[in-house]
């Protein structure tokens, strides 16, 4: 009896050992992989945008962001922060129509079709852009480092 119940207690501790090391080797496999994080990445740049969450947006852009205007205005991180904080521009909606992304390693680019409306300067706009965002990760997340729209024609 007591070389069963010391049997039974060796194949007990083998089968959760082997369990823990089966999941320890597959926990991985469950982690998005780098478009699927992208794509994640810039739904949520675009809703902190619009709801106007600065700690947020802060938290999504590089330090060494360019943020360039269909208008042809670029900007710093710094500039781009301290205009939108001001409200001088405001984001009401940014709705993706399409995105592609490609990834290359720690770094991404995504090409989108996109419909962005909201105020310049209290002069409402609401335009139909292709956007281009580079991203790169940082620390473990993904950071916007570059912006670029051009207007397409309606």
Known sequence: MMFAMIAFQEIYMRTTVLALIAFTATSGLCAADPETEIRAAEKAWAQAVVARDWAAVDKILGDKLIYAHATGGVESKKQYLDRVRSGAQKYDTINHESTRVVVYGD????????????????????????MLHVWEKQGGAWRLVAHQTTKLAE
Not at 109 to 120: E, K, L, P, Q, Y
Request: proline share 4%; glycine share 8%.
């Open 107 to 130: 770094s991404a680019v995504t090409h989108s079709i996109m419909r962005m409306a909201g105020a310049t300067n209290g002069t409402p706009f609401n335009d139909h852009l292709m």
